[in-house]
C-alpha cells in the first residue's frame, strides 16, 4: 500500500518533469482510497494560463474524472505548498487534507513569491493595490435572491 510519502515522491517527480517540458517547478498527485486520480505540473508558460497551476491542473482532471466538484474524499500532494489561488480551489474542491513538501518560504527563494497576495487578501477592496470598484443597484443582488428561491439548485 502507498504511504504519503510515496505520493508526494510523485508530485515532486512531476514538479521535475514540468521543468523539463518548460513549465514551472511544481507537481501535484490527488487520490481517492489510497489510487491515484491525477497527476499533474504547472503548465502556465506552456498554457499562457496563469491559473494552470499544478493544483489546479490537478483538481481539474480529478473532478472529471469523478464526474464531481465534489473531492471532499480526496486527498492532494503537492511539491510544494499550495499558492493562495491553488488553496482556494482547494477549498472550493473541498479536499480536507494537503501533504506538501516545499514550504511558501522555499518557493520565495527561488522566486516565487506569495507574500503579497496573503498581505492583500486579508485588506478590505479599497485598500488593495490593485484598484476594486464597488457598483451597487444593477441588479446583482437580484441574481442572489433568484439562487435563493431556487428548490433543486446543487450548492457548493
Do not use: Q
Amino acid at each position: 500500500m502507498s504511504t504519503d510519502n510515496d505520493f508526494l515522491k510523485i508530485a515532486v517527480e512531476l514538479a521535475g518533469k514540468g521543468i523539463k517540458a518548460g513549465g514551472g517547478p511544481f507537481g501535484a498527485v490527488i487520490t481517492k482510497n489510497g489510487k491515484i486520480l491525477a497527476e499533474a505540473y504547472n503548465r502556465v508558460v506552456l498554457a499562457s494560463d496563469p491559473t494552470a497551476h499544478a493544483e489546479v491542473n490537478a483538481i481539474r482532471v480529478a473532478a472529471s474524472e469523478l464526474k464531481t466538484h465534489d473531492l471532499s474524499d480526496c486527498t492532494l500532494y503537492s511539491s510544494c505548498e499550495p499558492c493562495p489561488m491553488c488553496l482556494g480551489a482547494i477549498y472550493w474542491a473541498g479536499i480536507k487534507k494537503v501533504v506538501y513538501a516545499c514550504d511558501r518560504v522555499d518557493a520565495e527563494e527561488a522566486g516565487f513569491s506569495d507574500k503579497v497576495i496573503y498581505e492583500e487578501i486579508l485588506l478590505d477592496p479599497e485598500n488593495r493595490k490593485l484598484t476594486f470598484l464597488h457598483i451597487k443597484d444593477i441588479g446583482g443582488e437580484e441574481v442572489f435572491r433568484k439562487w435563493d428561491e431556487l428548490e433543486d439548485k446543487i450548492r457548493y
